[in-house]
């Protein structure tokens, strides 16, 4: 396949555009986006935004913890500001031994408070099932609108405006689209395990469907803020710095904290879906000095995922989810079903976005 001359991007990604000169679009877009966040996520953005985080309420806001290096830094770098949030953890049935401990000890080092939600098992593993029936790409999305509806409901709870996240520009900036799908499409969701689930009402799986999560996100009233933006976020160091103070561990591979993430970026998306997650985080690392090409190529050379722990994993994620390793070979070899032939918000989601478009409204930046 056709590959970038600045990054590892390649025709993987089945909307990738060259210019003439083999330089990806992923690259080529990297510098302006990188202009106009370096002018909403200013210094002095960073010190007016601490000022409104810091309050005489008990929790200055809520930040979810998964045990990855992107949510355990920000522990670290809300105990060094002096905040006090309230920490949530999701407990989906998948997290690592190595998370788990890396998690305790976050929360020995800052002192923080930490609210482990356990899902109903039952339930998800009805969602999850239905998904690989379904054979959607974004297996991750049940987890994913799980975690962000869980800490919309503790602020909502708790009363607490601010949301801190892992996401940020450095480490995350490529993703292409036809990898993912939507997070908030609750409706899809639902569709697909009423289709092929066993569980059909989901009455304690937590849901924030787009309706409300745009009402929240332009109403004020709970803004969700990508504080590593602010700072001069470098993962290398990042993990260096929570090895030496915290005794947290690093992992092989980004989002390697869960075990069926692992096996899903590790060996569902090659094996079924021909794609390898690590060509857009290794990119985004590219883009933003962290790593050269050359490092890159290099580091996917080798595996990162050995083939005994493939196999391990591989049999635990059948054994959890009661499928035969038949129907999980059938299932790599099926082709791939688009999200959109299932039920979707899509339609509500354009409304709603032409009307962010018409009225102007402002994202991330406006934090009053």
């Not at 997290?95 to 939600?117: C, M, P, Q, R, W």
């Amino acid at each position: 396949m056709r590959q970038c001359k600045e990054c590892v991007m390649d025709e993987s990604d089945k909307y990738i555009i060259f210019d003439s000169k083999g330089i990806c679009n992923h690259c080529n877009s990297y510098s302006e986006r990188l202009k106009k966040f370096n002018v909403i996520y200013s210094k002095k953005n960073l010190n007016s935004l601490l000022s409104k985080l810091k309050s005489n309420k008990k929790y200055d806001c809520i930040i979810g913890v998964s045990g990855g290096v992107d949510s355990s830094f920000l522990l670290y770098w809300a105990k060094k500001q002096g905040l006090n949030p309230l920490c949530i953890h999701l407990d989906n049935g998948w997290n690592s031994e190595l998370a788990v401990d890396n998690i305790n000890k976050l929360i020995d080092y800052t002192g923080f408070d930490l609210i482990t939600h356990v899902i109903d098992w039952k339930e998800f593993k009805s969602i999850q099932r239905s998904f690989f029936k379904a054979n959607v790409i974004d297996l991750e999305l049940v987890t994913d609108q799980a975690i962000f509806a869980s800490l919309y409901k503790y602020a909502i709870k708790f009363k607490i405006k601010y949301i801190l996240s892992g996401e940020n520009f450095k480490t995350e900036a490529i993703l292409p689209q036809d990898w993912i799908w939507r997070k908030s499409d609750v409706k899809n969701i639902v569709g697909i395990n009423k289709i092929y689930g066993e569980e059909d009402s989901l009455k304690t799986y937590p849901k924030l469907n787009t309706f409300f999560k745009t009402f929240y996100q332009y109403s004020g009233l709970i803004i969700s803020i990508p504080i590593l933006n602010y700072i001069n976020y470098d993962k290398k160091n990042a993990e260096i710095t929570l090895f030496n103070e915290t005794g947290w561990r690093p992992y092989p591979g980004k989002h390697y904290e869960s075990i069926f993430t692992r096996f899903y970026q590790g060996y569902i998306l090659p094996k079924k879906f021909k794609i390898h997650k690590r060509k857009a985080h290794l990119s985004t690392l590219i883009n933003s000095n962290q790593i050269s090409r050359d490092q890159a190529i290099e580091i996917l050379s080798s595996d990162d995922y050995p083939l005994n722990l493939q196999k391990e994993d591989k049999i635990l994620v059948c054994k959890k989810l009661n499928f035969s390793e038949e129907f999980m070979n059938q299932y790599i070899n099926s082709p791939r079903v688009n999200h959109s032939n299932y039920p979707t918000d899509q339609k509500l989601y354009n409304f709603l976005h032409n009307i962010y478009l018409k009225l102007n409204l402002r994202r991330y930046n406006k934090y009053a």
